[in-house]
C-alpha cells in the first residue's frame, strides 16, 4: 500500500499501487494543472483507495464536462491528488 496526503495533511489516503504504471505526460492541460513541463502519474488500483481522513475536503474539477477527465484537490490547501 501506498499513503499519500495533500500539501497540508488535511487529506490522508492509501492505496495500492499497480507495479510498473508510472507515466509522465506532457499534455497541455497537465502541464497546465501543474505548472510544469509534464505530470507524473502513477496508477492506483481504485478498489483499493481508503481514505484516513479529510475525504471531505475533496473537491472535483471537470475540464471537460462528459469526456470523463475529472482532476481531484485538496479544498484547504488545493494539492492536486488525483485525476
Do not use: D
Not at 489516503?13 to 501543474?34: A, D, F, L, M, T
Not at 502513477?42 to 482532476?71: C, D, M, N, S, W
Request: glycine residues 10%; charged residues 20%; proline residues 2%.
Amino acid at each position: 500500500m501506498i499513503n499519500g496526503s495533500c500539501l497540508c495533511g488535511a487529506i490522508e489516503y492509501e492505496v495500492e499501487e499497480i507495479p510498473g504504471k508510472i507515466y509522465n505526460c506532457h499534455c497541455s492541460q497537465c502541464r497546465k494543472s501543474h505548472g510544469a513541463a509534464f505530470a507524473t502519474q502513477v496508477f492506483a488500483r481504485g478498489a483499493t483507495l481508503r481514505f484516513i481522513k479529510g475525504e471531505e475536503l475533496l473537491k472535483e474539477y471537470r475540464q471537460v464536462p462528459g469526456h470523463g477527465v475529472i482532476r481531484a484537490f485538496c479544498s484547504k490547501c488545493g494539492s492536486r491528488l488525483m485525476n
